[in-house]
């Protein structure tokens, strides 16, 4: 019943920009944390960059001050704001959320499909 819904991955050249967002649908009672996860190409899935409800934000080491997590509680919403890419960000994107939903017990991690960024040169 839930699903989260991702978009703005594409093309950049090294050194521009993207942003992504995020949106999660269906019956949600209320959100804990919400962020970015990505997978480089071999690589396993790794944490980009999470915030909590209240805008506490945790990021990988790679993407510290080149990347903005943010989010907007009302619409159910997440953003990865995304400068200075590099070509090693090449990735696909996955949104993560920590929800409860109507009708559930404990909380549940949502993932989105996915979106893919290419960083080139």
């Known amino acids: 019943q839930v699903q989260l819904v991702e978009s703005g991955g594409g093309l950049v050249q090294a050194g521009g920009s993207l942003r992504l967002s995020c949106v999660a649908v269906?019956?949600?009672?209320?959100?804990?944390?919400m962020g970015w996860y990505r997978q480089l190409p071999g690589k396993q899935r790794e944490l980009v960059a999470v915030?909590?409800?209240?805008?506490?934000?945790n990021y990988a080491d790679s993407v510290k001050g080149r990347f903005t997590v943010s989010r907007d509680n009302a619409k159910n919403m997440v953003y990865l704001q995304m400068n200075s890419l590099k070509s090693e960000d090449t990735a696909v994107y996955y949104c993560n959320a920590q929800l409860l939903p109507r009708g559930g017990s404990t909380w549940y991690d949502y993932w989105g499909q996915g979106t893919q960024v290419t960083v080139s040169s």
């Open positions: 915030v909590s409800r209240g805008d506490t934000t």
């Open positions: 269906g019956n949600i009672v209320s959100i804990n944390f």
